[in-house]
């Protein structure tokens, strides 16, 4: 799909792991593989031995993970870092350095670290709201004070405790990130990371940003990962949940058959992302709807027709009942709405 980065996984992890990724980095021939792997020798040495093109190490910088998690000290913390950065350059291979919990990190302490592994050599920063308590306008803040610090690139990784990890990564790029980590589906840790399809829409329809995506192939990816997963997708998910593109309300409905452009974005269609607009059938549905939905089954009702339809549908929405075209074909036939199968035996006869 023209995916920039693919963090494959954790080499170090398990014989599996290291498999896979080492499978993926074999594999990816048009995008840049990633392995992780903490400040720890053995796990450098298991992410170069794998074979990918970067290796993102990092370290906890924030007080409270420092002492109750990593259990060392902030010079500790500095003199891994910088040891880490040190190995993957001068194995040849594109170094990305994360301080973890950077948006709980005390700011003078996340600028030491900061100039520390940039004199080391580091290609990438990435700065990590682990525990998704950032705002968009102070991640926006944070990434622009580390930028004054540091000749490599940024990256972000937005955690959605607070459903804000899409808008803090697109904070990221507007405060001069060059780029966001992201998950299809969303899915990570707790409430998950910055949703694939929701940044990827975002900087494409949104601030006219051509990202090299193949974004009709979107909704495809989104159910491969949610079958593997086993998480399923929320119908309300943006961009790829099974509503996303759906109209009940008869005012937006009618609008839509009228002109998409009315009660969509416009600027992100079905079509762009590989999915289809539904007009769904309930106690919210207007005779645009109906009449469409019957026209699309082969009925060629009346006005009245339509009108006596369109009440039982909301009489079956009514009591919690989406109305499918089995259901509409049971109505329109009680109702004695013609079929052009029908007008066709009569021009026969």
């Known amino acids: 799909m023209g995916t920039h980065v693919i963090e494959a996984g954790f080499p170090v992890n398990s014989d599996a792991e290291f498999e896979a990724v080492a499978d993926i980095a074999a594999s990816a021939d048009y995008s840049t593989t990633c392995g992780l792997a903490r400040v720890v020798d053995k796990d450098i040495e298991a992410a170069l031995d794998s074979g990918v093109d970067m290796v993102h190490t990092f370290v906890s910088t924030s007080d409270v993970q420092l002492a109750d998690s990593m259990h060392a000290s902030r010079e500790e913390a500095v003199e891994r870092a910088v040891r880490s950065v040190e190995r993957v350059r001068d194995a040849g291979a594109e170094v990305m350095f994360s301080p973890m919990d950077a948006t709980r990190t005390d700011e003078e302490f996340l600028i030491e670290v900061v100039e520390a592994v940039s004199e080391a050599g580091v290609d990438w920063i990435n700065l990590p709201d682990t525990c998704g308590v950032a705002t968009p306008t102070r991640f926006a803040r944070m990434v622009r004070t580390v930028r004054e610090h540091t000749d490599a690139r940024i990256d972000v990784h937005a955690h959605d405790d607070f459903g804000l990890a899409s808008a803090n990564a697109m904070a990221g790029f507007e405060a001069g990130a060059a780029q966001a980590q992201v998950s299809v589906n969303g899915i990570g840790e707790r409430a998950g990371n910055a949703a694939y399809e929701e940044v990827v829409m975002a900087a494409e329809s949104l601030y006219g940003v051509d990202t090299g995506i193949d974004t009709t192939r979107i909704t495809e990816l989104a159910r491969i990962v949610e079958k593997a997963s086993d998480i399923p997708i929320p119908a309300n998910k943006p961009v790829v949940g099974?509503?996303?593109?759906?109209?009940?309300?008869?005012?937006?409905?009618?609008?839509?058959?009228?002109?998409?452009?009315?009660?969509?974005?416009?600027?992100?269609?079905?079509?762009?992302?590989?999915?289809?607009?539904?007009?769904?059938?309930?106690?919210?549905?207007?005779?645009?709807?109906?009449?469409?939905?019957?026209?699309?089954?082969?009925?060629?009702?009346?006005?009245?027709?339509?009108?006596?339809?369109?009440?039982?549908?909301?009489?079956?929405?009514?009591?919690?009942?989406?109305?499918?075209?089995?259901?509409l074909e049971a109505f329109a036939r009680d109702v004695g709405v013609t079929h052009e199968d029908e007008r066709e035996e009569e021009v026969r006869a």
């Open 242 to 327: 099974r509503n996303a593109f759906s109209h009940e309300s008869g005012i937006h409905a009618a609008g839509v058959i009228e002109n998409a452009d009315t009660f969509e974005p416009g600027v992100m269609t079905p079509e762009m992302v590989g999915a289809t607009r539904e007009f769904v059938l309930g106690k919210h549905t207007g005779t645009h709807s109906v009449r469409k939905r019957l026209a699309d089954i082969g009925f060629e009702p009346t006005d009245a027709e339509v009108r006596e339809v369109t009440r039982r549908v909301k009489d079956y929405g009514a009591e919690k009942e989406r109305v499918n075209d089995t259901t």
